[in-house]
């Protein structure tokens, strides 16, 4: 094929992988991870490394920086790129080995910069450069790329090379949110073996030979991983870029901060990245407990949603049946009366507060409490799993996760809501022998990684939980699962109880909820009998944001904060608030909107909620906000639920505030502020100050460091937890709580990095790793200016023990323990009809994905998944129109055969284009039953 034919052709039609164990040898095994220790001597200066470990890693933990280029400390090493060839002195003599390709041994003299290393390694980067288009003042990498860097630390200094160079079509989309320049493709094999041995995505791979080869995708499928992004990243050239950041800005003219991912409840760690005043790209930073560099597209490429043609700009009051423009003053005096006359009349509900952080939230949490006088404040909208439950049980870790012997997941699809959690777990199964079982209504992404998978009927999971449990013997199925799977599933579990795990519990049960359209009850009664399993600890699968930092400080009914209970705690905060709690305990989020339907319920504050498009009940969603006599709504966007709002009043965004989170291991980090707030609106706990004052309560906070400085002092989950100590690139990893001065002590620490890892992140500096040529592209990232190096800290006081207190002051209570069994709730669905499964996926309808205009499309239109055999019985063809319906509405959508999933379920994916499952789920019922049948009209 000639060139000018190649450059017609954006994709190689057929897959001839380039790379593989014959061509490069196998890999040699990970580095052992036992605690013995070697001696050895890189460039004539002796150090001590770990055994086993790989000559590049204890090189970079020494301070000497051996270039490289496919080498990546999250992927096995495959040699590839020969960058990091090394002068290693053996019985024949000093011999070229590749540093990420070989371990070190006791005695081991390395030489990274001898006259023979040096050559390898100015010969490797001028054949890397015979091809590679000269182009960097156009390429997106250029200022912060490692071939540029270490072509002028590393290279020949000249170019011998006067024949032309190879050119293809450049560049070609390999997605919707990836493009790719095969020219400055230097064949490093990152993002391949990215996609399959991370990812589990193997969509593209190489194609051809010699100087042709190239990275392809197959005919007709796009690089649609929900992961894509991160090849991007770890491209050591400009060869993959993205196509929201592509001419946006230079390294050199972006700000920075390190912050939190809050797109869900993972936490990942980030970098922040903005040009005048717009943030203009993330980046996954490194933090080893937690994310390990990664994010999922939806956190990477959804931040143009806070500047979407949605988002609010001033505040907002009815007039008639409009939503007109007002000042600040004039909304919240008109909020404020409202709220009053509602104090006094029914009462008030808040519902919302997982997007905020953790001091807006513990602010809303107090507001409602003393100010709204209401115990019915709930951030998680019906789809979560009742906060006694999951704040009761024993917690675990991502790491311990990772670690443990068996993981249950009972979950909703963690690739599609938890991703990064994913990630995780895939490689726990992957490289570290943990055993998966999965108790789910319909497969995910874990299921061809699990060992066992148990398809349950929808509505019966509690049964099932509790014959996984139980020593009886099993008689037949239970819940639609045979009794050949509960007997492995029981034998995994029995094993897992004998064998344990060195570095792990035995069982980590992965707690969410696996289908919005089943009863949280079901999920709190299958955690009460799991939490009998020996050794059991519990990982928490919500999804929203910051849900758990959102629970820790209160917003939930019965639950105060520092995970205290409503009467364990209300003789300690009404000493530490000054002021009478709640009489008795409130309404979740399902109540409050039935209360309102019923036009008994005086306000409801929608604090970042839109219960319409996100709460499970779309009939009762409407109902209740339709029947509201008053509605506030403290929002960023103009969504669906605002519309039917009263008051509206603009709240700041992700990236406009600071603060910190709380993610799924109840870990805190710190939220970094980069940009100003958009237009004229107010963090959160300014808001809900302000409406306090006007409703005759001084809160007395004027900044976010007396927030937490009443927090450490009334919470008992946060006592010692200092506020400097969260902030700064040194706390990135944050700290678990509750913990004591020992745990918070070690969280100060300081880790070297591989900047190739993380390129364009931190200092090289920070690294302690790079030689000075490489600084010139660094980018300095500092703590906040207010914040204090965490190493001034020596001591810390020990949190107060529950019970403890002073001379008059009521004993410090104790946190939620382990949660009664839950009362059986909702009516029994009907013995016909087909049992309803509907999760969330990354790309849906939601606000943060229709607002930016680059992720908009990818959602993918709503459909029915059912077993062949209904399909077959109806006389339906695959992609034919069919109508759902349940007690609460119909939808009609195609229909799509699935194999996978029992006869009984029928799977609609949550808040698609197209149709809503809202619309058929019953939140009253147990399990939401729907009849099928073909669509006689058009759609």
């Not at 992927?75 to 371990?103: I, W």
């Not at 819940?479 to 792990?504: D, F, K, L, N």
């Amino acid at each position: 094929m000639s060139d000018a034919t190649r450059n017609e052709v954006p994709v190689r039609l057929v897959r001839r992988p380039l790379v593989t164990e014959s061509a490069v040898g196998t890999p040699p095994p990970a580095p052992a991870a036992s605690g013995e220790t070697v001696n050895i001597t890189i460039d004539g200066r002796s150090v001590e490394a770990r055994a086993g470990q790989w000559i590049i890693d204890a090189a970079d933990e020494a301070g000497v920086y051996i270039p490289r280029f496919c080498y990546h400390p999250r992927m096995k090493p495959v040699g590839m790129c020969r960058m990091c060839l090394v002068e290693v002195e053996g019985p024949r003599g000093p011999t070229l080995m590749p540093a990420c390709y070989n371990p070190v041994a006791d005695g081991m003299a390395i030489h990274t910069k001898s006259d023979k290393a040096v050559k390898a390694q100015e010969g490797v980067l001028e054949f890397l450069l015979v091809n590679h288009p000269l182009d960097c003042p156009v390429c997106d990498k250029g200022g912060e790329c490692p071939l540029q860097d270490q072509t002028l630390a590393y290279g020949p200094g000249e170019s011998r090379f006067v024949e032309e160079k190879r050119h293809w079509e450049k560049p070609i989309p390999i997605s919707d949110l990836v493009y790719l320049d095969r020219e400055r493709c230097i064949q490093c094999g990152r993002c391949v073996r990215f996609a399959d041995e991370v990812a589990g995505d193997p969509f593209i791979d190489f194609a051809e030979r010699g100087d042709r080869t190239e990275v392809a995708i197959f005919a007709g499928q796009p690089y649609g991983s929900n992961f894509s992004g991160n090849v991007v990243q770890i491209c050591p050239v400009g060869a993959l870029t993205a196509k929201p950041y592509r001419f946006k800005a230079r390294p050199w003219d972006l700000q920075q901060v390190e912050s939190t991912c809050t797109t869900c409840a993972v936490g990942c760690r980030s970098a922040v990245q903005a040009s005048s005043n717009e943030v203009t790209r993330l980046i996954g930073v490194d933090s080893d407990p937690v994310n390990w560099g990664w994010l999922c597209d939806k956190g990477r490429f959804a931040f143009p949603a806070a500047a979407g043609s949605t988002r609010l700009s001033v505040p907002l009051v009815r007039e008639g049946n409009e939503l007109v423009e007002t000042t600040w003053g004039a909304a919240l005096a008109r909020a404020a009366e409202g709220l009053a006359r509602a104090r006094q009349s029914g009462g008030i509900g808040v519902i919302g507060g997982a997007r905020l952080p953790n001091e807006d939230a513990y602010v809303w949490s107090k507001t409602a409490r003393m100010v709204f006088g209401t115990d019915s404040v709930d951030a998680q909208l019906g789809d979560g799993v009742p906060a006694e439950t999951i704040l009761g049980l024993p917690r675990a870790t991502i790491d311990e996760a990772a670690r443990a012997a068996l993981v249950i997941t009972v979950a909703p699809d963690i690739k599609e809501e938890l991703p990064v959690l994913y990630l995780r777990l895939r490689h726990a199964v992957r490289e570290q022998g943990t055993q998966l079982v999965e108790l789910t209504p319909a497969p995910t992404g874990l299921t061809p990684y699990a060992a066992e998978t148990a398809l349950y009927r929808p509505g019966e999971l509690a049964a099932l939980a509790a014959a996984v449990a139980s020593s009886e013997p099993v008689t037949g199925d239970v819940a639609g699962v045979a009794r050949a799977t509960i007997e492995a599933v029981r034998a995994h579990v029995s094993r897992a109880a004998e064998v344990g795990s060195p570095a792990g519990p035995p069982v980590v049960v992965v707690l969410g909820r696996p289908s919005l359209a089943e009863s949280e009850a079901q999920v709190a009664a299958a955690a009460h009998v799991l939490a009998g399993l020996p050794g059991v600890k519990f990982l928490s699968a919500l999804r929203r944001g910051n849900i758990h930092g959102a629970l820790d400080f209160g917003l939930s009914p019965g639950v105060l904060p520092g995970r205290v209970g409503l009467d364990d705690g209300r003789e300690w905060f009404e000493y530490q608030w000054g002021a009478p709690l709640p009489a008795e305990r409130g309404f979740d989020t399902a109540a409050m909107l039935n209360e309102s339907s019923r036009g008994r319920m005086g306000a409801l504050v929608l604090v970042g909620a839109d219960p319409l498009t996100d709460f499970p009940d779309s009939n009762l969603a409407l109902r209740g906000l339709l029947g509201a006599r008053f509605v506030v709504a403290v929002d960023t966007h103009l969504n669906a639920s605002v519309r039917h709002a009263d008051v509206v009043l603009p709240a700041s965004a992700w990236a406009e505030r600071r603060g910190t989170f709380t993610n799924i291991e109840g870990r805190i980090t710190w939220l970094s502020q980069l940009v100003v707030e958009h237009s004229v609106s107010w963090p959160d706990w300014m808001i809900a100050s302000e409406l306090a004052e006007r409703m005759g309560v001084n809160l007395a906070f004027t900044c976010l460091e007396d927030i937490w400085a009443e927090i450490e002092r009334v919470s008992p989950l946060h006592h010692g937890v200092h506020y400097e100590l969260l902030s700064g690139i040194r706390a990135r990893d944050g700290v678990v709580v509750p913990a004591d001065a020992a745990t918070i002590a070690q969280t100060v620490t300081s880790r070297p990095l591989d900047p190739m890892a993380d390129p364009g992140i931190a200092s090289a500096e920070l690294h302690r790793i790079a030689p000075s040529a490489l600084l010139v592209t660094s980018v300095e990232m500092t703590p906040e200016p207010d914040s204090v190096d965490p190493s001034d800290h020596v001591a810390y006081p020990e949190p107060p023990p529950s019970g403890a207190s002073g001379e008059g002051v009521p004993a410090v209570p104790p946190h939620l323990g382990t949660p009664p069994v839950p009362a059986p709730s909702g009516t029994a669905p009907p013995a016909d009809g087909l049992r309803l499964v509907t999760r969330r996926t990354m790309w849906d309808g939601g606000t943060q994905v229709q607002a930016a205009a680059q992720l908009a499309g990818l959602a993918p239109d709503a459909t029915v998944r059912v077993n062949p055999a209904v399909l077959a019985e109806m006389g339906t063809a695959e992609g034919e129109m069919v109508e759902l319906r349940s007690s609460r509405g119909k939808l009609t959508v195609p229909a799509a055969a699935d194999a996978s999933l029992p006869a009984g379920t029928a799977v609609v994916t949550w808040n698609l284009p197209g149709g809503s499952a809202g619309d058929l789920v019953d939140s009253a019922a147990v399990a939401t039953t729907v009849t099928i049948e073909a669509h006689g009209g058009d759609s």
